[in-house]
């Protein structure tokens, strides 16, 4: 896609801090780094979310994403790192081409994420069990 900053960066035509790059993913800095060590872990085919991974892409982005956490942490030795990935404007998507966010965390570092509890009845906890289980093709 001509007008996505991720596909520019995949075709190296804007520049990008790479940190691994194989044949389906490439980790580069975030520009808008939380914390030194910020990186993003983005499919090369232009896929806007995790609907769109299939099954091949989706464990070669999660290995990726292991290896860059575990890299990340040695490499800055963090208390906390937080692997974040957002889809669609609600859930705080920004950037609509598929990537992971590997924050590396200190105490007080500001980012937050609000998480209402609301502890629902095991029969609502049931039920919907049972509608993502008759969703599931394979
Ligand atoms: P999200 O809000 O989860 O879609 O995250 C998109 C991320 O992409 C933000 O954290 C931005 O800082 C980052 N970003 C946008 N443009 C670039 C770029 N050219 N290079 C590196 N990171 C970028
Ligand atoms: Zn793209």
Redesign the pocket.
């Known amino acids: 896609m001509t007008d996505c900053?991720f596909c520019k960066?995949v075709a190296g035509a804007?520049p990008?801090s790479v940190v691994y790059e194989d044949e389906s993913v490439v980790a580069?800095?975030?520009?808008?780094a939380v914390n030194p060590g910020h990186t993003?872990v983005v499919a090369k085919p232009h896929v806007a979310d995790v609907f769109g991974l299939d099954d091949a892409l989706a464990a070669r982005v999660f290995q990726a994403t292991a290896r860059v956490a575990r890299a990340v942490q040695a490499a800055f030795s963090p208390p906390g790192m937080s692997v974040y990935q957002?889809n669609g404007a609600p859930a705080?998507?920004?950037?609509m081409h598929f990537?992971v966010?590997v924050v590396p965390r200190w105490p007080g570092d500001g980012m937050d994420l609000v998480w209402p509890v609301k502890n629902p009845p095991r029969e609502e906890l049931a039920a919907n069990a049972a509608k993502i289980r008759a969703a599931l093709t394979h």
């Open positions: 900053v960066i804007i990008a580069f800095m975030d520009i808008g993003l957002a705080g998507q920004t950037v990537h966010h």
